[in-house]
């Protein structure tokens, strides 16, 4: 890779994102609370600019999902940030279940504070009606099937998996309403396609791993040192006499500290040569996974 790289450019908007966000745009008629599905590792990144304008004065709730992967003082603040917003937000772990219950009473809450409305309507009695937004791969089919209680949504590890819209019935008082991911034709900035790439919501094989695998690298050498010295078993010594460098460049810094990782980690080809590929991947990958540790991406 070129050491002096410091731009990726990411687009991906799939054709089928236009007719799924007209269908949601409907859909949302016969809805009483929306849910929405954030990544809380990166719950600005993670949600989509459009939802808002779509729910337009439509009741919600905030998700904070993949708690287990991010700092919990951190996933706090956030939820605190939203409150401030005037939006209702828990912090939730999908796959094992924390903070489903707590999500369930706050979806019960909010419809109880608008309920006079309801009634006016003649909704005396009627369940809870309720759609669960969210881009790609912030886990929404984990947390649908958490809170039925068994796999009725379709679960998949690549982006998008969930296809067609299904109401399911949570208890006696919610239906939900599932809906595909939907990602945005254009993102606000580079940080936030980056985001979205270490993540996972965008296809690994639409991007350029290295460049990727390289510039989260270059986030967490500066934010999560510990992180990577007790994942990769390194010096820390070492690592300072990396970054002290005077004669490279910060990116020819994190080159070497990259190609390190993959000596340490086996990533080697002819020659000698660390894979950088393989390398990038076992980043990301660890990363995701949760194997570097807890790491919120996004602070306030």
């Known amino acids: 890779m070129e050491k002096n790289s410091s731009k990726t450019n990411i687009n991906w908007y799939p054709g089928h994102m236009a007719k799924t966000k007209r269908q949601i745009i409907e859909d949302l008629k016969l809805i009483d609370v929306v849910v929405e599905i954030l990544d809380a590792r990166i719950p600005?990144?993670?949600?989509?600019?459009?939802?808002?304008?779509?729910?337009?004065?439509?009741?919600?709730?905030?998700v904070l999902n993949k708690a287990?992967?991010?700092?919990?003082?951190?996933?706090?603040?956030?939820?605190?940030?939203?409150?401030?917003?005037?939006?209702?937000?828990?912090?939730?772990?999908?796959?094992?279940?924390e903070g489903i219950n707590?999500?369930?009473?706050?979806?019960?809450?909010?419809?109880?504070?608008?309920?006079?409305?309801?009634?006016?309507k003649g909704r005396i009695g009627k369940a809870i009606r309720v759609m669960i937004l969210g881009i790609p791969n912030v886990g929404k089919s984990s947390f649908i099937n958490r809170l039925?209680?068994?796999?009725?949504?379709?679960?998949?590890?690549?982006?998008?998996?969930?296809?067609q819209k299904q109401w399911i019935r949570i208890n006696q008082n919610i239906e939900l309403l599932d809906t595909p991911g939907?990602?945005?034709?254009?993102?606000?900035?580079?940080?936030?396609?980056?985001?979205?790439a270490y993540t996972g919501t965008i296809k690994d094989d639409v991007l350029e791993v290295i460049e990727i695998g390289f510039s989260l690298l270059k986030t967490?050498?500066?934010?999560?040192?510990?992180?990577?010295?007790?994942?990769?078993?390194?010096?820390?010594?070492?690592?300072?006499?990396?970054?002290?460098?005077?004669?490279?460049?910060?990116?020819?810094?994190?080159?070497?500290?990259?190609?390190?990782?993959?000596?340490?980690?086996?990533?080697?080809?002819?020659?000698?040569?660390?894979?950088?590929?393989?390398?990038?991947?076992?980043?990301?990958?660890?990363?995701r996974n949760g194997k570097l540790g807890r790491i919120t991406l996004e602070k306030i």
């Open 44 to 62: 600005i990144s993670s949600r989509n600019p459009d939802i808002e304008q779509w729910i337009q004065n439509k009741s919600k709730l905030m």
């Open 68 to 97: 287990d992967l991010a700092q919990e003082e951190e996933t706090k603040k956030w939820i605190q940030y939203f409150k401030q917003q005037k939006i209702e937000a828990v912090s939730v772990n999908a796959n094992s279940g």
């Open 102 to 120: 707590q999500a369930i009473k706050k979806i019960e809450e909010i419809y109880q504070k608008n309920q006079e409305k309801y009634e006016i």
């Open 148 to 163: 039925t209680k068994k796999n009725s949504a379709t679960v998949g590890n690549k982006p998008g998996v969930t296809r």
């Open 182 to 196: 939907v990602l945005w034709p254009k993102f606000e900035s580079e940080e936030v396609a980056l985001n979205l």
């Open 220 to 287: 967490l050498v500066k934010d999560y040192p510990s992180n990577l010295l007790e994942r990769y078993k390194l010096e820390e010594l070492e690592m300072e006499e990396i970054m002290a460098q005077k004669d490279l460049e910060e990116n020819e810094k994190i080159l070497e500290v990259m190609h390190w990782i993959g000596r340490k980690r086996g990533a080697i080809i002819s020659g000698g040569n660390v894979d950088e590929d393989k390398t990038a991947k076992i980043i990301l990958e660890d990363f």
